[in-house]
Protein backbone atom coordinates (compact mmCIF):
# COMPACT_ATOMS: atom_id res chain seq x y z
CA UNK A 1 0.00 0.00 0.00
CA UNK A 2 1.37 3.15 -0.91
CA UNK A 3 1.71 5.81 2.24
CA UNK A 4 -0.70 8.49 0.54
CA UNK A 5 -3.31 5.75 0.71
CA UNK A 6 -2.34 4.32 4.14
CA UNK A 7 -2.74 7.85 5.29
CA UNK A 8 -5.65 8.59 3.72
CA UNK A 9 -7.51 5.77 5.54
CA UNK A 10 -5.69 6.86 8.58
CA UNK A 11 -7.58 10.24 8.17
CA UNK A 12 -10.79 8.56 7.92
CA UNK A 13 -10.17 5.95 10.58
CA UNK A 14 -10.75 8.86 12.88
CA UNK A 15 -14.75 9.29 11.63
CA UNK A 16 -16.21 10.47 7.99
CA UNK A 17 -14.29 13.76 6.29
CA UNK A 18 -14.89 15.62 3.11
CA UNK A 19 -11.66 16.30 0.86
CA UNK A 20 -9.93 19.65 1.95
CA UNK A 21 -10.32 17.99 5.43
CA UNK A 22 -8.62 14.88 4.20
CA UNK A 23 -5.54 16.78 2.85
CA UNK A 24 -4.93 18.87 6.01
CA UNK A 25 -5.47 15.55 8.47
CA UNK A 26 -2.99 13.72 6.03
CA UNK A 27 -1.04 17.19 6.67
CA UNK A 28 -0.63 16.82 10.39
CA UNK A 29 -0.57 13.07 10.68
CA UNK A 30 2.32 13.09 8.72
CA UNK A 31 3.97 15.84 10.33
CA UNK A 32 3.69 18.29 6.93
CA UNK A 33 5.61 15.57 5.10
CA UNK A 34 2.72 14.63 2.26
CA UNK A 35 0.50 17.47 1.21
CA UNK A 36 -1.74 15.81 -1.29
CA UNK A 37 -3.12 17.87 -4.15
CA UNK A 38 -6.90 17.30 -5.43
CA UNK A 39 -6.37 16.09 -8.45
CA UNK A 40 -4.00 13.50 -6.75
CA UNK A 41 -6.52 13.22 -3.91
CA UNK A 42 -9.33 12.26 -5.92
CA UNK A 43 -7.70 9.87 -7.97
CA UNK A 44 -6.90 7.89 -5.17
CA UNK A 45 -10.62 8.47 -3.48
CA UNK A 46 -11.62 6.96 -6.83
CA UNK A 47 -10.27 4.03 -6.99
CA UNK A 48 -10.27 3.44 -2.77
CA UNK A 49 -13.73 3.68 -3.85
CA UNK A 50 -14.11 1.14 -6.83
CA UNK A 51 -12.34 -1.30 -4.89
CA UNK A 52 -15.10 -0.84 -1.57
CA UNK A 53 -12.41 0.44 1.00
CA UNK A 54 -14.53 3.57 1.26
CA UNK A 55 -17.79 4.84 0.62
CA UNK A 56 -19.97 8.43 0.52
CA UNK A 57 -20.78 8.75 3.75
CA UNK A 58 -22.92 12.22 2.91
CA UNK A 59 -23.17 15.35 0.80
CA UNK A 60 -23.23 19.00 2.17
CA UNK A 61 -23.49 22.10 0.19
CA UNK A 62 -20.99 24.79 2.34
CA UNK A 63 -20.85 28.39 0.59
CA UNK A 64 -22.57 26.90 -2.95
CA UNK A 65 -19.94 24.25 -2.41
CA UNK A 66 -20.03 20.23 -2.34
CA UNK A 67 -18.91 18.74 0.11
CA UNK A 68 -18.94 14.90 -0.23
CA UNK A 69 -18.15 13.10 3.17
CA UNK A 70 -16.41 9.57 2.68
CA UNK A 71 -16.07 6.97 5.73
CA UNK A 72 -14.46 3.59 5.70
CA UNK A 73 -16.24 0.61 4.98
CA UNK A 74 -15.57 -2.65 7.14
CA UNK A 75 -13.06 -3.80 4.64
CA UNK A 76 -11.68 -0.90 4.63
CA UNK A 77 -11.55 -1.17 8.47
CA UNK A 78 -9.67 -4.38 7.99
CA UNK A 79 -7.03 -3.21 5.07
CA UNK A 80 -6.01 -0.40 7.32
CA UNK A 81 -5.60 -2.62 10.64
CA UNK A 82 -3.96 -5.23 8.65
CA UNK A 83 -1.17 -2.72 6.95
CA UNK A 84 -0.76 -0.99 10.13
CA UNK A 85 0.48 -4.63 12.20
CA UNK A 86 2.22 -5.22 9.51
CA UNK A 87 4.46 -2.02 9.10
CA UNK A 88 4.13 -2.32 13.32
CA UNK A 89 5.80 -5.63 12.90
CA UNK A 90 8.61 -4.23 10.41
CA UNK A 91 9.28 -1.08 12.47
CA UNK A 92 9.64 -3.69 15.40
CA UNK A 93 12.17 -5.73 13.89
CA UNK A 94 14.28 -2.06 12.69
CA UNK A 95 14.18 -1.34 16.24
CA UNK A 96 15.17 -4.11 17.35
CA UNK A 97 18.66 -5.03 15.47
CA UNK A 98 19.44 -0.95 15.49
CA UNK A 99 19.69 -1.69 19.57
CA UNK A 100 19.85 -5.05 20.45
CA UNK A 101 20.05 -4.28 24.37
CA UNK A 102 16.92 -2.48 24.71
CA UNK A 103 13.38 -3.16 23.47
CA UNK A 104 11.57 -0.81 21.48
CA UNK A 105 9.93 1.76 23.64
CA UNK B 1 -14.49 40.28 -11.69
CA UNK B 2 -13.20 39.05 -8.25
CA UNK B 3 -9.69 37.59 -8.40
CA UNK B 4 -11.85 34.07 -6.86
CA UNK B 5 -14.12 34.42 -10.27
CA UNK B 6 -10.70 34.34 -12.30
CA UNK B 7 -9.02 31.20 -10.26
CA UNK B 8 -12.30 29.40 -10.40
CA UNK B 9 -12.71 29.66 -14.27
CA UNK B 10 -9.18 28.84 -14.98
CA UNK B 11 -9.30 25.68 -12.10
CA UNK B 12 -12.71 24.31 -14.17
CA UNK B 13 -10.71 24.84 -17.78
CA UNK B 14 -8.18 22.65 -16.63
CA UNK B 15 -11.02 20.73 -14.91
CA UNK B 16 -11.86 20.25 -18.64
CA UNK B 17 -9.12 17.49 -19.52
CA UNK B 18 -11.12 15.13 -17.36
CA UNK B 19 -13.43 12.30 -18.92
CA UNK B 20 -16.72 13.71 -19.02
CA UNK B 21 -18.19 10.54 -16.51
CA UNK B 22 -15.52 11.42 -14.24
CA UNK B 23 -16.06 15.14 -13.87
CA UNK B 24 -20.01 14.16 -13.82
CA UNK B 25 -19.27 12.60 -10.21
CA UNK B 26 -16.09 14.65 -9.29
CA UNK B 27 -15.76 17.94 -10.81
CA UNK B 28 -17.85 20.04 -8.36
CA UNK B 29 -15.89 18.70 -5.19
CA UNK B 30 -12.59 18.74 -6.69
CA UNK B 31 -12.88 22.68 -7.20
CA UNK B 32 -14.51 23.12 -3.58
CA UNK B 33 -10.92 21.49 -2.29
CA UNK B 34 -9.24 23.93 -4.63
CA UNK B 35 -10.99 27.09 -3.48
CA UNK B 36 -10.45 25.75 -0.05
CA UNK B 37 -6.64 25.40 -0.83
CA UNK B 38 -6.39 28.35 -2.67
CA UNK B 39 -4.20 31.47 -0.92
CA UNK B 40 -6.66 34.61 -0.52
CA UNK B 41 -6.32 37.10 -3.87
CA UNK B 42 -4.89 34.41 -5.69
CA UNK B 43 -6.01 34.48 -8.84
CA UNK B 44 -4.11 32.09 -11.19
CA UNK B 45 -4.03 28.32 -10.02
CA UNK B 46 -0.42 27.06 -9.08
CA UNK B 47 2.19 25.65 -11.04
CA UNK B 48 2.29 22.62 -8.90
CA UNK B 49 -1.42 22.01 -8.64
CA UNK B 50 -2.04 22.52 -12.37
CA UNK B 51 0.83 20.06 -13.31
CA UNK B 52 -1.26 17.87 -10.65
CA UNK B 53 -4.36 18.05 -12.21
CA UNK B 54 -2.91 17.29 -16.05
CA UNK B 55 -1.08 14.22 -15.07
CA UNK B 56 -4.47 13.24 -13.10
CA UNK B 57 -6.55 13.31 -15.56
CA UNK B 58 -3.89 11.63 -17.67
CA UNK B 59 -3.91 8.88 -15.40
CA UNK B 60 -7.49 8.86 -15.37
CA UNK B 61 -8.09 8.49 -19.27
CA UNK B 62 -5.04 6.09 -19.44
CA UNK B 63 -6.86 4.28 -16.84
CA UNK B 64 -10.12 4.03 -18.74
CA UNK B 65 -8.50 3.41 -21.97
CA UNK B 66 -7.28 -0.03 -20.87
CA UNK B 67 -9.59 -1.08 -18.64
CA UNK B 68 -11.84 -4.36 -18.54
CA UNK B 69 -12.69 -5.17 -22.25
CA UNK B 70 -15.72 -2.76 -23.20
CA UNK B 71 -17.60 -5.13 -25.74
CA UNK B 72 -19.04 -8.59 -25.68
CA UNK B 73 -17.52 -9.47 -28.96
CA UNK B 74 -13.93 -8.71 -27.98
CA UNK B 75 -14.15 -11.13 -24.72
CA UNK B 76 -15.88 -13.44 -26.86
CA UNK B 77 -13.00 -13.73 -29.75
CA UNK B 78 -10.03 -13.01 -27.07
CA UNK B 79 -7.67 -15.02 -28.40
CA UNK B 80 -7.90 -14.16 -32.04
CA UNK B 81 -7.42 -10.19 -30.59
CA UNK B 82 -4.39 -11.11 -28.58
CA UNK B 83 -2.89 -12.72 -31.61
CA UNK B 84 -3.88 -10.12 -33.98
CA UNK B 85 -1.93 -7.30 -31.23
CA UNK B 86 1.35 -9.51 -30.85
CA UNK B 87 1.26 -10.13 -35.26
CA UNK B 88 0.94 -6.41 -35.57
CA UNK B 89 3.43 -5.86 -32.70
CA UNK B 90 5.57 -7.78 -34.04
CA UNK B 91 5.61 -6.56 -37.89
CA UNK B 92 6.12 -3.35 -36.14
CA UNK B 93 8.99 -4.14 -34.50
CA UNK B 94 10.67 -5.89 -37.94
CA UNK B 95 9.52 -2.44 -40.03
CA UNK B 96 10.97 -0.01 -37.32
CA UNK B 97 14.11 -2.77 -37.43
CA UNK B 98 14.43 -2.85 -41.30
CA UNK B 99 13.68 1.25 -41.55
CA UNK B 100 16.69 1.80 -38.50
CA UNK B 101 18.87 -0.57 -40.48
CA UNK B 102 18.27 1.53 -43.54
CA UNK B 103 20.02 4.35 -41.70
CA UNK B 104 16.97 6.53 -41.08
CA UNK B 105 16.60 6.89 -36.91
CA UNK B 106 12.93 7.43 -36.65
CA UNK B 107 12.97 3.75 -36.97
CA UNK B 108 12.97 3.46 -33.07
CA UNK B 109 9.36 5.50 -33.28
CA UNK B 110 7.86 2.15 -34.57
CA UNK B 111 8.47 0.64 -30.84
CA UNK B 112 5.76 2.83 -29.36
CA UNK B 113 2.68 1.48 -31.04
CA UNK B 114 3.98 -1.96 -30.67
CA UNK B 115 4.64 -1.75 -27.38
CA UNK B 116 1.14 -0.07 -27.35
CA UNK B 117 -0.31 -3.62 -29.10
CA UNK B 118 1.67 -5.91 -26.60
CA UNK B 119 0.40 -3.64 -23.72
CA UNK B 120 -3.41 -4.00 -25.07
CA UNK B 121 -2.98 -7.89 -25.95
CA UNK B 122 -1.33 -8.52 -22.28
CA UNK B 123 -4.62 -6.56 -21.07
CA UNK B 124 -7.11 -8.65 -22.79
CA UNK B 125 -5.72 -11.67 -21.93
CA UNK B 126 -5.15 -10.63 -17.72
CA UNK B 127 -8.91 -9.60 -17.45
CA UNK B 128 -10.77 -12.72 -19.30
CA UNK B 129 -8.73 -15.41 -17.72
CA UNK B 130 -8.92 -13.57 -14.19
Do not use: S
Given at each position: MQEATFLILTALAGGSQHGYGIITDVEQISDGRVRLRAGTLYTALDRLRADTLIEVDREEIVDNRLRRYYRLTPPGEKRLADEAARLRANAVVAMSRLNPAGAMR | MTGADGLERRYRRLLRLFPAEYRREHEQEILSVLMAGAAEGRRRPGLADSADLVMSALFIRWREMT????WKWERRHWRLIVRLRVAIGIWLLVVGALVLGAG???????ALPAALHFYFAYRLRHAVQS
Open positions: - | RQPRYWWGVVM
